[in-house]
């Protein structure tokens, strides 16, 4: 079946706009996750729904950075008034949550949105 | 917090040789830890998932072990090939106190090159 999509593939804005980054995971998962991987840096985790709730929002960056998610598929990550620090890749991953035991928790990713803040 | 260190940063090895990566963890209470591999310019591919029960795991020319004890993983590259040339990355999957598995930490990654 399909894995995880994400779009677009590529975005450049200027400073000070807003974006929005969706990502569509694969069919039956209800556990979905937002990474950042900024150059020189690992992976970061940002947020996690299990469902259409987020149980702890503390991993966004900053309050310029929400994510929403409906009907338990699709979620968007909304950044506003971009800063040139929040270019990085942003990745998107989902897992049968809590449909399955804790430990057979395998995330699967998306190939990303790369975002660029001129 | 969870800390997750992969040594070495980078290796470049001929091809055909067998060889380690290790990736360590500072907490042990994990659910689970994951191994990807991630090519230039692109998205995470999953190579291994072993549970906390389990002590390793195989696939192919991949072998994982896991020592949640000492907070140590390993993973193993039998007959290495210039396909696997990719950087690889340890993740940790920790305890969520409502039950299920939140998201994962990541380690820096091992850039493997793996010459012709």
């Known amino acids: 079946g399909a894995g995880v999509s994400q779009s677009p593939s590529n975005k450049v804005t200027e400073k000070g706009k807003d974006v929005e980054l969706r990502c569509d995971p694969i069919s039956g998962h209800t556990a979905l996750y937002w990474y950042r991987q900024s150059l020189g840096q690992g992976l970061e985790f940002l947020i996690y729904?299990?469902?259409?709730?987020?149980?702890?929002k503390s991993g966004l960056p900053s309050d310029r950075f929400s994510a929403e998610r409906t009907g338990g598929s699709v979620s968007t990550l909304t950044i506003q008034r971009t800063q040139q620090e929040d270019s990085a890749v942003y990745l998107c991953?989902?897992?049968?949550?809590?449909?399955?035991?804790?430990?057979?928790?395998?995330?699967?990713f998306g190939p990303g949105t790369r975002l660029t803040v001129l | 917090k969870q800390e997750v260190t992969q040594i070495p940063a980078a290796l470049s090895v001929p091809e055909g040789e067998n060889l380690v990566l290790n990736c360590s963890f500072t907490d042990s209470a994990i659910y689970n830890l994951q191994w990807f591999r991630q090519d230039p310019g692109k998205g995470l591919t999953s190579l291994l998932l072993i549970q906390s029960s389990q002590r390793e795991q195989t696939s192919g020319r991949l072998n994982a072990s896991l020592d949640k004890s000492s907070g140590r993983s390993t993973l193993y590259i039998a007959a290495s090939q210039p396909g696997d040339s990719a950087t690889y990355l340890c993740?940790?999957?920790?305890?969520?106190?409502?039950?299920?598995?939140?998201?994962?930490?990541f380690g820096k990654g091992t850039h493997l090159i793996i010459q012709p």
């Open positions: 993740a940790v999957g920790s305890i969520f106190s409502g039950g299920g598995a939140d998201g994962l930490t």
């Open positions: 729904f299990q469902g259409n709730s987020a149980p702890d």
């Open positions: 991953a989902s897992s049968l949550g809590r449909q399955g035991p804790p430990g057979d928790n395998e995330q699967f």
